[in-house]
């Protein structure tokens, strides 16, 4: 069974960090497109960012740029998102989700498997 699993969210002040991680089982995620995305309350899903099987990463979200890196331990089939300087903005649910392909695209209705998400709560 293919399965995502999004773990490492939690509550932190703003100026914080968090590493947000997503295992696979039934899957090798190496061989996949990586993406991050989030919902605020209130607000659609985003992308947040995206890594391929090339190990090539795509920036979604200009609001996290220089402050968000995504990166993949193949090792250990997780791949992460490495969060820091975190502002209250960034209050949101994280999902994962993977893709077969060789490029990262912003739509949520081309991502077919999504985990169930891990809770960011940024508070100043």
């Known amino acids: 069974q293919l399965q995502l699993s999004e773990s490492g969210g939690g509550s932190v002040q703003v100026g914080g960090s968090l590493t947000l991680s997503c295992a696979a089982s039934g899957l090798t995620l190496d061989t996949y497109a990586i993406g991050w995305f989030r919902q605020a309350p209130g607000k659609e899903r985003e992308g947040v960012s995206c890594?391929?099987?090339?190990?090539?990463?795509?920036v979604f979200a200009d609001s996290v740029k220089d402050r968000f890196g995504i990166s993949r331990d193949s090792a250990e089939n997780t791949v992460y998102l490495q969060m820091n300087n975190l502002e209250p903005e960034d209050t949101a649910v994280y999902y994962c989700a993977f893709r077969y392909g060789s490029y990262c695209p912003k739509e949520l209705n081309t991502w077919p498997a999504w985990g169930l998400g891990t809770q960011v709560t940024v508070s100043s």
């Open positions: 890594i391929l099987s090339s190990g090539e990463s795509t």
